[in-house]
């Protein structure tokens, strides 16, 4: 269950664009993700023309995702809605053919993971984003998820590329199989509840 499509699903829009956690998206979640990515860009720095910049993406990935999205436009993206625009436009498809909004996202969230900019997710930076983003009291399972992300290439070249990020991403979200190994990407999930 916990790797099911549906909670997978739940699990993005709870732990990666549901900032403020009132249980629906809105233009608030975006104004937070756009002072998140300025913050972990800067190492804790705040520049104000960066801020700028990423005020720029997020509120134009807003209105995108809105657009997709917020099938009874009334601001709000629901649990729901959201489900039902990723069944729509991300399920069976490759990252390639994702909406430019989505693939933005999936491109914004690659570079705060990156934490040292070098073009490559690593054990250390992948265990702490998810330290830091839920719930967790196993090291060895995150540990273990990772582990099972990887490919030869990508032990090779010491973690995940953006590319494979992103295919592994379009995975997590378009694939329903619950035995391909893209279900890892975030760690060991459990199952939530978003009542
Ligand atoms: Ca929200
Ligand atoms: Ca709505
Ligand atoms: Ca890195």
């Not at 916990?2 to 664009?17: E, G, Q, T």
């Not at 436009?73 to 809605?81: A, N, P, Q, T």
């Not at 590329?161 to 694939?175: C, D, I, K, M």
């Given at each position: 269950m916990a790797y099911s499509w549906d909670n997978r699903v739940s699990f993005v829009i709870k732990y990666l664009y549901d900032v403020d956690n009132n249980g629906y998206l809105d233009e608030r979640d975006f104004a937070c993700l756009a002072l998140r990515a300025t913050i972990v860009d800067g190492k804790g720095e705040f520049s104000h023309s960066r801020l700028q910049e990423y005020q720029h993406i997020m509120m134009s990935l807003w209105e995108e995702i809105a657009e997709l999205a917020d099938f009874n436009k009334d601001g709000k993206i629901s649990v729901e809605e959201f489900k039902q625009a990723v069944q729509q436009c991300c399920v069976g498809r490759r990252y390639e053919e994702f909406p430019q909004s989505m693939k933005m996202f999936i491109d914004t969230n690659f570079k705060m993971v990156?934490?040292?900019?070098?073009g490559v997710i690593e054990a250390d930076e992948f265990r702490f984003n998810c330290i830091m983003r839920f719930a967790i009291d196993d090291v060895e399972a995150v540990d273990d998820a990772f582990d099972r992300l990887l490919s030869d290439d990508d032990r090779r070249r010491g973690g995940l590329t953006l590319s494979r990020y992103q295919e592994l991403y379009a995975q997590f979200l378009g694939n329903p199989d619950e035995n391909c190994c893209a279900i890892y990407l975030f760690g060991p999930l459990s199952e939530f509840s978003l009542e």
């Amino acid at each position: 269950m916990a790797y099911s499509w549906d909670n997978r699903v739940s699990f993005v829009i709870k732990y990666l664009y549901d900032v403020d956690n009132n249980g629906y998206l809105d233009e608030r979640d975006f104004a937070c993700l756009a002072l998140r990515a300025t913050i972990v860009d800067g190492k804790g720095e705040f520049s104000h023309s960066r801020l700028q910049e990423y005020q720029h993406i997020m509120m134009s990935l807003w209105e995108e995702i809105a657009e997709l999205a917020d099938f009874n436009k009334d601001g709000k993206i629901s649990v729901e809605e959201f489900k039902q625009a990723v069944q729509q436009c991300c399920v069976g498809r490759r990252y390639e053919e994702f909406p430019q909004s989505m693939k933005m996202f999936i491109d914004t969230n690659f570079k705060m993971v990156d934490m040292n900019d070098d073009g490559v997710i690593e054990a250390d930076e992948f265990r702490f984003n998810c330290i830091m983003r839920f719930a967790i009291d196993d090291v060895e399972a995150v540990d273990d998820a990772f582990d099972r992300l990887l490919s030869d290439d990508d032990r090779r070249r010491g973690g995940l590329t953006l590319s494979r990020y992103q295919e592994l991403y379009a995975q997590f979200l378009g694939n329903p199989d619950e035995n391909c190994c893209a279900i890892y990407l975030f760690g060991p999930l459990s199952e939530f509840s978003l009542e």
